[in-house]
Structures are given as structure tokens and as C-alpha cells.
T-cell receptor
Framework: KQEVTQIPAALSVPEGENLVLNCSFT??????LQWFRQDPGKGLTSLLL???SQREQTSGRLNASLDKSSGRSTLYIAASQPGDSATYLC??????????WGAGTKLIIKP | EAQVTQNPRYLITVTGKKLTVTCSQN?????MSWYRQDPGLGLRQIYY???????DKGDVPEGYKVSRKEKRNFPLILESPSPNQTSLYFC??????????FGSGTRLTVV
């Protein structure tokens, strides 16, 4: 059974720092992996989608990598800003449609 | 604008009074899904639909019903709501190989 773990559960860093959020999964047979952002009491926004055949995806200051053999994905945020404060969720696609969710990392960027 | 629209955003109701939360997407996505989010429990899938007239149970389907009579709509029905169904609910849609799009959420309180 696929399990997804995100470490750390919470992270607080000063503005301007580069940071890495981690996601690990137990079964390397995945379809894709997505990173989402959730602001308090709000919906989820998909940030990046990495297909099983890909190694990384980039969008602006965000870069996500995927290493299926080791069961890991990282989300790299460059030059962090207070507006990046949110909960970041990793979700592993086990079929074309179904996702297994991590518990999230709550990120606080201090001005 | 491509989006998933949920209504209502907030709802307070009494135990046993039937209610429906509507969900509509304008992206012609095949797959739609309902989640509930509770503190400490993360996102849990209630029901999903692979296409019109095709629905299946997720992880926590008890007390909920769904229907998919049209591709764009996927309402969530609570026939007899109970206080343990107080939660934040999200509808989502996707197609093959593309990112999930989530609605803004419905905060339901059952008293």
C-alpha cells in the first residue's frame, strides 16, 4: 500500500532563504507526483505536476524533482517571500486519477 | 476561466436535514472527486467519478451520496447529516496527465 510522508511537518525561515521541502513514498510504481499549495481555509492550488517519466519540473521560483528509485521528491523554493507562507502538500498518483496524499508541510516565511 | 465551482461556501444546518453541495467544472474533465479535510486527518476521499454515470467509493463514503448525470456536475448529497460530518469539503476535477483543479471549498457545520 502506497504511503506518502512529508518532512518536516512545519518550517519557519527568514525571508530570502532558499529552502527544500521533502516528500517520500513507499512504492516506486507511480503515475505522477503533484505538489499543491493550500492557504488557510482555502482551496488547493496545483503548483507542479511531474509525470513518472520525468525527473523535474520548474515554474518560476519553484523546482520539483522526482527520484522514483529512492522514493523521493523535493520541492525547492528559491528566494522565499512572505507570500510563500502556506501549507505545501505532496500527492502521489497511483493511477491516471487517484492520489495518495501526504500530511503537508506548514511553511512560514518571516519578513 | 477554467475553474471548479462549489456552492455554498459556508453552510450551517441541523442534524437530519438533507442537503446538497454542488460542484461544477468547465474544463470537460472526465474525473471528479470529493474530499473532506479535518484537522490532524488531512485530505480523505469521499467519492469519485471516472465519467458520466460512473461513480465509486473513496476512503470515507459512509453518510454521503453522489451522482454524475452530466460531465460537468458532481453534487455531494448528505441525506441525513450528523455532527461528525462537520468538515471542510473540496471538489476536484482532472483529466489524463494534467493537474488537478480544486474548488474553493465548502465549510459545513452540522449542529
Amino acid at each position: 500500500k502506497q504511503e506518502v510522508t512529508q518532512i518536516p511537518a512545519a518550517l519557519s525561515v527568514p525571508e530570502g532563504e532558499n529552502l527544500v521541502l521533502n516528500c517520500s513514498f513507499t512504492d516506486s510504481a507511480i503515475y505522477n507526483l503533484q505538489w499543491f499549495r493550500q492557504d488557510p481555509g482555502k482551496g488547493l492550488t496545483s503548483l507542479l505536476l511531474i509525470q513518472s517519466s520525468q525527473r523535474e519540473q520548474t515554474s518560476g521560483r519553484l523546482n520539483a524533482s522526482l527520484d522514483k528509485s529512492s522514493g523521493r521528491s523535493t520541492l525547492y523554493i528559491a528566494a522565499s517571500q512572505p507570500g510563500d507562507s502556506a501549507t505545501y502538500l505532496c500527492a502521489v498518483g497511483i493511477s491516471n486519477y487517484q492520489l495518495i496524499w501526504g500530511a503537508g508541510t506548514k511553511l512560514i516565511i518571516k519578513p | 476561466e477554467a475553474q471548479v465551482t462549489q456552492n455554498p461556501r459556508y453552510l450551517i444546518t441541523v442534524t437530519g436535514k438533507k442537503l446538497t453541495v454542488t460542484c461544477s467544472q468547465n474544463m470537460n474533465h472526465e474525473y471528479m472527486s470529493w474530499y473532506r479535510q479535518d484537522p490532524g486527518l488531512g485530505l480523505r476521499q469521499i467519492y469519485y467519478s471516472m465519467n458520466v454515470e460512473v461513480t465509486d467509493k473513496g476512503d470515507v463514503p459512509e453518510g454521503y451520496k453522489v451522482s454524475r448525470k452530466e460531465k460537468r456536475n458532481f453534487p455531494l448529497i448528505l441525506e441525513s447529516p450528523s455532527p461528525n460530518q462537520t468538515s471542510l469539503y473540496f471538489c476536484a476535477s482532472t483529466g489524463v496527465g494534467i493537474r488537478y483543479t480544486f474548488g474553493s471549498g465548502t465549510r459545513l457545520t452540522v449542529v
